[in-house]
């Protein structure tokens, strides 16, 4: 039997993208400049020098792009919406051009039979925002509900689900604390208080939304990870579970249980005056769905022991790495949804984004990525197993379509489906974009 075969027939199927990842064109028609725009052209950021300002060039080559998703047959698609497209300094008047843009992707998207699934927020928060405070700012939170609200209001006649927010984790820490991501700030208490604002804007985008469009079903997507401790001596088991209230339960309890997590917040020593009174009421409204998205593993330890203080066996982080040098962990994806299905009252869930970047190589046009599509089925079996285990899983979008800006990181990871020639912007199914196309309909490979 195929991995396939071990979904429902309505399951989605789906691939990932977003907005400033792949689509160039960082002035056409009146955009407004976003925190990436800022912080991929300040020197040192990204590496090699890397530029989104042409990616993948979609925001000219959309239409083949809405062609190769119908070719690998996916019915689902995951991008994300422009924040400074739509409204170039966040707030104010609508920019037509922008909305336009992704009004005519919705509905070729539709005509090719793939259900849309727009992200109002996959991290390119306009630079006007973030000169008014960005995420630490509460503003900023409301700023992004009535943006939300619009762009329902002129899509939300097509577009039925929607996700308010990509990996507030990433927004708070690597954004505000690590300083990794745009806009490259270092703030620790900044950081707490932006993560709590990406939640309540999450919350108001959801009353936004459901008001400008009675029918929607929306949910917000988390990045969740395993933290596992090199052992059972309880520095590391307590660095595990600090490590797990910051990624998953810091952004997972407040929507499902309107609380953050009390060892997490004792141990940032966070005052949580940002805070208001309602803000958590608002957050836990409950949702039409949960995305989740998932890559990895990390093997966590107490630094200040060495490991002959360690009761043996130590968990070696051992198992084979991708180009992000992140291990391999399909058993996690599984672990993960049986465990959050257990703590909290899931709602129907998506996996949002989960995929992998190799070293491909081109040869003679085609790409045997066979460690891709590996991945790919460890993964689909892993979601299978949770699915039998009582998860209500809906549908599973591939991280990514076609290879694209990998922030930081620039170029160099690919973790397409497609193969993306950076200069000539050819697209080149990979061998793994035939074998989902297979498993996704039983069609076999052309020749
Ligand atoms: O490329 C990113 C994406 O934007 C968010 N989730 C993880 C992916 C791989 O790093």
């Known amino acids: 039997m195929s991995i396939g075969q071990s979904f429902p027939d309505d399951f989605v199927w789906g691939v990932a993208t977003a907005s400033y990842q792949i689509e160039g064109a960082p002035e056409a028609d009146g955009k407004g400049e976003s925190i990436w725009d800022r912080f991929s052209r300040t020197p040192g950021k990204i590496r090699n020098g890397d530029s989104a300002d042409v990616a993948c060039d979609h925001y000219n080559l959309w239409r083949d792009d809405v062609a190769i998703m119908k070719q690998i047959g996916v019915n689902g698609y995951r991008f994300s919406i422009s924040w400074p497209r739509v409204f170039p300094n966040g707030t104010g008047a609508m920019n037509p051009a922008g909305i336009g843009f992704y009004d005519r992707l919705v509905d070729a998207l539709l005509e090719a039979g793939i259900t849309p699934f727009p992200t109002l927020y996959h991290w390119d928060l306009p630079q006007a925002l973030e000169d008014a405070g960005g995420w630490p700012n509460r503003s900023t939170a409301f700023a992004f509900a009535d943006y939300a609200g619009a762009v329902v209001e002129r899509l939300g006649d097509r577009v039925q689900h929607w996700v308010t927010i990509n990996e507030p984790w990433c927004v708070a820490e690597l954004g505000y604390r690590v300083g990794e991501h745009a806009p490259g700030r270092r703030e620790p208490k900044a950081a707490l208080d932006a993560a709590h604002h990406v939640l309540l804007a999450h919350g108001l985008g959801m009353e936004a939304a459901r008001a400008a469009a009675p029918d929607v079903s929306i949910g917000i997507a988390s990045n969740i990870d395993v933290k596992t401790p090199r052992s059972a001596h309880p520095a590391d088991i307590r660095v595990a579970e600090l490590e797990d209230a910051y990624r998953n339960r810091w952004y997972l309890d ?39 998205n998932y890559y990895s593993r990390t093997v966590v330890q107490d630094e200040s022991i060495s490991d002959a203080e360690r009761p043996q066996p130590l968990v070696e982080a051992d198992l084979p790495r991708t180009t992000m040098g992140w291990e391999v962990y399909p058993d996690g994806l599984r672990d993960l949804l049986v465990r959050f299905s257990d703590a909290y009252e899931l ?40 699915q039998a285990a009582g998860v209500p899983l809906r549908g599973y979008f591939i991280w990514t379509l076609m290879d694209n800006f990998e922030w930081a990181m620039g170029y160099t990871p690919r973790f397409g489906l497609v193969w993306t020639d950076f200069d000539t912007q050819e697209r080149i199914i990979k061998d793994s974009g035939y074998w989902l196309a297979e498993t996704i309909s039983g069609r076999s490979k052309p020749r």
């Open 254 to 292: 407040p929507v499902f249980l309107a609380q953050y997590p009390h060892d997490g917040v004792a141990a940032r020593n966070w005052d949580q005056t940002s805070v208001l009174p309602g803000d958590l009421d608002a957050i836990s409204a409950p949702m039409d769905f949960v995305g989740f």
């Open 347 to 386: 709602p129907p869930v998506y996996i949002t984004e989960s995929g992998v970047a190799f070293p491909d190589e081109l040869v003679d046009g085609a790409v045997h990525d066979e460690g891709r599509r590996r991945y790919l089925e460890e993964h689909f079996a892993a979601a299978a197993e949770a």
